[in-house]
């Protein structure tokens, strides 16, 4: 009976135990922020049209993740897997945008070890990264558990639980995308 | 070929370097052996297999933790002697036993292993055995996590260990503070042991806080509000609490760290980085940390002091705002580590009066404790006489915190052996005792027979006695000047002191020979002291109403609880009914039993634990195909296990009933002899 209820309860304690995570690593980036040790600061290096790109990517997925549970309300099988699909491309491509932009920044010799700010900023937007890259493995095999077995009571409740966490990693991105990178050329 | 690429920075020339630290690894490999043939000459394999590794029985994952956490106390108090005897010794023109570097790998390892390892350890081990049983519950909210946190703890605490035989341990003491644990000072692999083997053990515990948390919360029985609530298991919610909360603290600060050894980063380091945002973060998860051990000890003083006073504990609701109290403090006092830093006057000052200020709701819980001890009917089991010994010494170790507390104080008596006294007094006489006290307590419930009385109160003398004269004399040295982390001093009167410290030191060790020979003797004369009535001590609480041992299922009919001392109340109220009397509703045959679902065994926390550990090691000695590997099959692991749809399996009535009636009959039988 409360099998469900429970385990969104512990994956909501789950967050919050990542939401101060993240809290600590924006905590390091505050303090790190003006370590540039003669390097680059925000100003040089962060594009805004691009990350703006990166955001609306990643808004327009947790949107369709959104489309994916309201398909699962009414049983739609194939819509909650091809929104599932969908929401996986967007994903891949903002990690792919990311991973170019990490390359760039190496490629002209402002990667992780330039300086104690460059550090922080590569540690912060990296574990989003790394939260996004878990999402699409556990969104990929949810899609094959979904084709396999249908919209079973188990893989319902792990499709709550995902878009959960995909929404959660929103948040997230909007507080880096705020104060990583809004700020940071300001 | 380039080996490198199979072996990382691997070699021959990293075994153990001089006699102490071959002596070490020996013994380390000798018990692992030994262990392993013992289980092969006894067939055991399977049935450990089957019984307790795959187990996801929160009683038997707790006493896996209890097991490995005492050979975990072997190694950290075979360190604390080294220490002892080196500093002993080691004045003047005599250099001790050991080498300036190896005493400073002795006190790392000791301070790590155990805060992470013997603390932790049995903290968890007695959650999983009693919690469950506490609030009602047949389990965890999620048995399989707590078998996968149980797995990652064994996987951190074998590389710990391994440090002993491939390579180093860290130098750079229990919390590794930078610039010393960074490459340019550490280039060697101990602070990586350190940091993959607290991480990995870390994660574990972060994920446990989690399960008990969501435990307490959500899967109390009917009836349970939280002000009914048994202590112990409110204390517990406080300190998952504050796990929850300030695991995620310690994971990023060591990470970070990895990040600098690892890839040249610089968060703590020159080039941008800031060392004193280190020594922040790890406090801000330090203190809190300290306050997750002492809590479930508070918890088992208050639920072993009304037992055996037979009273019911005096001011409960002011016990559950002092908890509360205390989880908000602590996570505003961590400066308190570092006042010499150079924060300024104002910060200190707040700092200061934050940390004096938890001096009162832990004044509240003394109190009650002792209000409870009034007018009571005391009964002096061990459990008792480990409060006894608690409300002493935890008293002076608080009162020296309050001087530590005042940073003018503190600017003298920073970083000395003062300090080292009075954190002993808090760890040992707070935590431990406390611990000791809820195991003997508690074990009949688990193992179906107590513990011995005498061997208990002889292990008692000796830890209290050894502890007061190991830590008295520190706290002299430390007003005397002496720094802590010394392997040699110059000035001969503090010899003297430091050779009582030896001999207290010994005496402890006496006293856990004392523990060792209890469990032994116990053991032999199992049918002697057998708890056939599941309630040994007269007890309150409902883990006392199922029979003893606890059956898998620990409740064949979910209790409903009205008051508090829920047990107590049913017994009061039954007093002519002897199987209530003695044994609670659960035996009562006339209800009605139902079919009960129960989680299956798995390997899945297992393998996930080995891959875990590969994975630490690889990554402590560059051997990146290991780590690669590692990490796919963990991942695959994981998911195979959670689209796993046969977890669970079925106890039907009819066996439950039949159990149940076994267990009256026997009560009964017992009962006319
Ligand atoms: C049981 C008897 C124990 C003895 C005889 C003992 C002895 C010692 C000694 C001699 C030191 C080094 C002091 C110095 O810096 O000069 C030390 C440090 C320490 N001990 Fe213990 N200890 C004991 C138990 C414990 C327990 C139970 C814990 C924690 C649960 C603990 C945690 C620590 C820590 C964290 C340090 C600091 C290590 C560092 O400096 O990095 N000890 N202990
Ligand atoms: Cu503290």
Known sequence: MNKDTTTIFGFWVYLMTDFVLFASLFSVFAVLRSGTFGGPSGVDIFSLPFVFIETCLLLTSSFTAGLSLIAA??????????????????????????????????????????????????????????????????????????????????????LVLLSLFWHFLDL??????????????? | MDWSLLFGKLSWGLLPENAVAWGGATTMVVIGLGLIGLVAYFKAWGPLWRNW??????????????????????????????????????????????????????????????????????????????????????????????????????????????????????????????????????????????????????????????????????????????MKMPMFSWTVLGSMWLVAVSFPILTVSLALLTLDRTFGMHFFTAGGGNMMMYVNLIWAWGHPEVYVLVLPAFGIFSEVVPVFSGKKLAGY??????????????????????????????????????????????????????????????????????????VVLF????????????????????????????????????????YFAGLTYWFPKIFGFKLDEKWGRRAFWNWLIGFILAFGPLYVLGFMGATRRLDHYTDPSWQPLFIIAGIGAAIIVLGFACQLIQLFVSIKNRHQALDTTGDPWNGRTLEWSIPSPAPAYN??????????????????????????QATGKTIDIRREYEDITMPRNTAAGFAIGAATFFFGFGFVWHIWWLVIVSVIAGTAFLIMRTFDEDTEYIIRAGEVEANERRLRDRFITMQNV
Request: hydrophobic share 55%; charged share 10%; with cysteine.
């Open chain 2, 317 to 390: 609701a002011s016990m559950v705002y002092s908890v509360i109290a205390i989880v908000f403090l602590s996570f505003i006092v961590w400066l308190h580590h570092f006042f010499t830093m150079g924060a300024g006057a104002d910060v200190n000052a707040f700092f200061g009066i934050m940390t004096a200020v938890i001096a009162i709701p832990t004044g509240v819980k003394m109190f009650n404790w002792i209000f409870t001890m009034y007018h009571g009917r005391i009964r002096f089991f061990t459990p008792m006489m480990w409060y006894m010994g608690f």
């Open chain 2, 53 to 226: 590794l795959t187990s996801l029985d929160p009683k038997r994952i707790g006493v896996m933790y209890i097991v490995v956490a005492l050979i975990m106390f072997v190694r950290g108090a075979a360190d604390a002697v080294l220490m002892r005897i080196q500093q002993a010794t080691s004045v003047g023109s005599a250099h001790g036993i050991v080498t300036a570097s190896h005493f400073q790998e002795i006190f790392s390892a000791h301070g790590s292993i155990m805060i992470f390892f013997v603390a932790m350890g049995i903290m968890f081990g007695l959650i999983n055995l009693i919690v469950p049983l506490q609030i009602g519950a047949r389990d965890v909210a999620f048995p399989f996590l707590n078998s996968l946190s149980f797995w990652l703890f064994v996987a951190g605490a074998l590389i710990i260990n391994l440090s002993l035989i491939l390579g180093d341990f860290s130098t750079a003491g229990w919390l590794s503070y930078p610039p010393l644990s960074e490459l340019a000072y550490s280039p060697t692999v101990g602070v990586d042991y350190w940091l993959w083997s607290l991480q990995i053990s870390g994660i574990g515990s972060l994920l446990s806080g989690i399960n008990f948390l969501v435990t307490i919360l959500k899967m109390r029985c009917k009836g349970m509000s939280l």
């Open chain 1, 73 to 158: 309300r009414y049983g739609k099988k194939i819509h909650v897997v091809l929104s599932l699909i969908v929401t996986a491309l967007l994903g891949l491509a903002f990690v792919a945008m990311e991973v170019s932009e990490f390359a760039k920044l190496a490629l002209e010799g402002n990667d992780w070890t330039r300086s104690g700010f460059l550090s922080s900023y590569f540690a912060l937007v990296g574990t989003h990264g790394l939260h996004i890259v878990l999402g699409l493995i556990w969104m990929i095999a949810l899609i094959v558990a979904i084709l396999r077995k249908g919209l079973t009571r188990s893989n319902t409740r792990k």
């Open chain 2, 395 to 434: 008293t002076l170790g608080g009162v020296t915190g309050v001087v530590l507390a005042e940073p003018v104080a503190d600017y003298q008596l920073h970083n000395g052996l003062f300090l080292v006294a009075h954190f002993h007094t808090m760890i040992v006489s707070g935590v431990l005792f406390g």
């Open chain 2, 555 to 580: 409740f064949a009919i979910l209790p409903m609880v009205e008051s508090r001392d829920e047990y107590w109340q049913l017994k009061a109220h039954n007093e002519k009914d002897v199987a209530i």
């Open chain 1, 172 to 186: 997230i991105w909007i507080f880096i995308f705020t104060i990583v990178y809004l700020f940071g050329v300001i």
